[in-house]
């Protein structure tokens, strides 16, 4: 046994036996150091494999602390993990690169289908705004943005009984860059976030480029999010700030109830833990009502709302905002720093379009197109596939979830599908954790169903039919 | 005196008299604590404070290194400046939220006049996109970008001579966005980079945003670029990259020769140094032919040369690009974990204009405009401000930068125009080292020359009149 893992030891006995107890500071590693005999790096080495056990954890420049409320029994440790180092971005990238090319059925891409984000009106709005010299505002809107189209996403939180002013929102270059520039002004290197375990890769990519501790806590497979595993990760972890997507969630398609997110919100405030909530899909429920966001139940400015026009007019324009409160100053430092400004041609259309009230029209077709799409590539699986895959709908907006048997990882679909020019979203991409849940994949049902859809939505089955056939395990 | 004071001196002592020698390994924190018996806190302490005087220089992992080549007088030591910690973003965001209201006389943008930039063929084709459905791609263009648009740009490298491949280019959002990815892609927080003494704003912001270390050189009087100074800085500290504007330098406005490119290219290759090559101002040159850029004398892939549509066609747009050569990948994959892509609606405009010459004709009226302008700006201050104030003319770009006398502060010329909603840019934003060249400002001259413009240009003359004949050290 190392000299570190015995040192280790003898310490994990301290915190397990109440010795040191929550939060409570450990000695300085020159203290541990000169008490114990043991050299400065093996004490290093000792209490980065506790922290690495999730028993002590460190803030930078004030030494290492015990974690809250140990857990008590295995099951309750299943719930919340500390993931390991994340490295998901060039999976993403391969990911990306190789469903591009044209010919290929998109059934693995985020976008919904852009046949259906088009807006005659839109496009009028922006041919009519080219045609005018003085509309066409050339010097770049800084940050914060267009104030117009500010005091429009305003109006529209306003309407769903959210107390907003125009000086809350940022604009920024769609829905990702508005929860990297909240993350960013929330966290520094080496801070705990929290994390649903599937979500968005793009909140794994960003806290990879941040050099964030990731904790994550499992779905609840009846309410969404699992509220005890919530409070326990925040209990035993410092959690910087939690990243969650609550409507329509991307895989895996559920929206959390009111009553749940009312308590979500109790928690949020008790314990002062501040929310970037990922709502880029707020608009595609399928139900009469919009969905409340985190906001609503947000009485503390504890919640930065992020969300954009991409999945409802064209990821192409790359406008999104961020409702960022008492946030938006540091927040616009940083957009200062990087990418300074949103396309000012693209805001002027869309205060013109969002002026005309063509947005809500649209959304409503667009909406009704989604559940027709959706609702048809469900009933046609849910016939094709075999019984032992199960398949979540959720009637919002236009993935369906497909879990796999255990024993059948989606990666080895993909890429069977892929050489038929047929692309699907493995779980890997969802989940930097890979030794979990790797028998899931997601579709996109965007698409009108066609022959070639039903054709290529036959041969998804074929693949997993064939591979579920040829398994050793099975 | 402290502990640390004393052991830092006495570790002077070696490495000027020569027993440790430049690039040699400084023993570890630990064995140097067990051999002074100093504790490791104190051997930490000193370290740092030989580091802050740049005698030595740490590597992540590695450990502290001896610098190379001891300045051997004053003169030289003047040269070569180590800045202190930055912090310009906040000064940079506060003065540009002062200059943002429209009633200010705006000679302290850095935006060209819009009506120079306007192009009604560009607002044609934006006009004809819009009208059709097929042409409008809504899904974006993921990293590099439009391929048709890079390809575009690689026939621009081309007629200069400078062999490209759309593969080697990426699009991004900016000129500002170029910069930073490829800021981002070469270093880590806490390496060298080099920048000269005075430069844009932006490249200081980039380096206080990825916690760089910024090694200044000081202009050349006449050459632009001091490659003395750059080679001593080279021989002194480990650069891991410089970035460096020499066409139409913003703020002074030189050009540096041929000449000194091609040594300067000889360096790079000696060394084994990369060049990010701020090029935005590339083309608003008055002569007739366009300046070289840096990558025309880079033979061995060490140049990332950054530019955009901003300055020719309006900074509105967003569009920049990179030539990234061997870097693309990894500025890719950056770029997805942040921005993920550019306007795909602006990039489908700029094919269909770029492929037609229409912008060929644009920056010859852009030029001519832009250097009567600037003509009239200069015999006016020429005329008018005292002579004490030095103008240095450079027949590029539409800056003028103003030296007042040494005991003027331009910020406070800056201040008293600001009371009269005119607005100028003083030195500060331009020099992170506060302590030096305080005395100049610059001025936009992209504007027509009419009463109203004349009227402001008075009040100009005015404050920096008043400032001279009121100050005490006169």
């Avoid at 966001?293 to 504890?302: A, E, H, I, R, V």
Wanted: proline share 5%.
């Amino acid at each position: 046994m190392y000299k570190s893992e015995k040192l280790a030891n003898s310490l994990k006995l301290l915190i397990e036996n109440g010795t040191w107890k929550a939060n409570e500071k450990l000695p300085s590693l020159r203290h541990q150091a000169e008490q114990s005999g043991f050299s400065l790096i093996t004490v290093m080495n000792a209490y980065q494999e506790l922290e690495a056990q999730g028993l002590i954890y460190s803030k930078e420049k004030s030494g290492y602390f015990v974690v809250g409320q140990q857990p008590s029994n295995d099951e309750q440790n299943q719930n919340v993990t500390l993931n390991p180092k994340i490295e998901i971005n060039s999976t993403v990238f391969q990911y990306l690169k190789s469903i591009q090319p044209d010919n290929i059925i998109p059934f693995g891409t985020a976008f919904p289908n852009s046949q259906l984000l088009y807006s005659p009106k839109l496009i009028q709005t922006l041919g009519q705004l080219a045609r005018h010299r003085l509309s066409y505002e050339q010097t770049p809107s800084l940050p914060p943005g267009n104030f117009a189209l500010r005091k429009l996403i305003a109006q529209r939180y306003c309407m769903q009984g959210i107390q907003t002013d125009p000086s809350d929102i940022v604009i920024t270059s769609g829905g990702l860059d508005a929860l990297n520039l909240s993350l960013q002004a929330m966290t520094q290197a080496g801070d705990y976030i929290l994390l649903q375990q599937t979500i968005f890769y793009g909140a794994w990519q960003a806290a990879e480029r941040l050099g964030l501790k990731v904790i994550t806590i499992p779905e609840h497979p009846e309410h969404g999010i699992d509220l005890n595993a919530f409070e326990q990760a925040i209990q035993k972890y410092p959690i910087k700030v939690c990243l969650l997507m609550l409507n329509g969630h991307n895989p895996i398609g559920f929206t959390v109830s009111d009553e749940i997110k009312f308590q979500l919100a109790k928690l949020l405030h008790q314990y002062e833990i501040h929310l970037i909530e990922d709502d880029v899909y707020e608009e595609l429920y399928y139900d009469h009502k919009k969905p409340l966001s985190m906001k609503y139940f947000d009485q503390q400015n504890l919640v930065l709302h992020c969300s954009s026009f991409s999945k409802t007019l064209g990821a192409g324009f790359r406008v999104g905002w961020v409702y960022a409160g008492k946030f938006s100053e540091h927040i616009q430092h940083i957009q200062l720093m990087s990418t300074l400004s949103v396309n000012s041609f693209i805001q002027n259309a869309l205060v013109e379009y969002l002026s005309h009230r063509h947005y809500e029209k649209h959304l409503k077709s667009l909406r009704s197109s989604l559940e027709r799409n959706k609702k048809q590539f469900y009933a046609y699986l849910t016939e094709h596939l075999p019984p032992v895959c199960k398949i979540a709908y959720y009637p919002s907006g236009y993935f369906l979830w497909i879990e796999l048997p255990q024993y059948i990882e989606s990666v080895y679909i993909y890429q069977m599908l892929l050489a038929r020019n047929i692309s699907i979203a493995p779980s890997v991409l969802f989940n930097a954790n890979f030794a979990k849940q790797n028998n899931f994949l997601r579709i996109n049902c965007s698409f009108d169903f066609n022959d070639r859809i039903e054709s290529a939505l036959s041969q998804v089955v074929e693949c997993i039919q064939y591979a579920i056939n040829n398994h050793p395990v099975r």
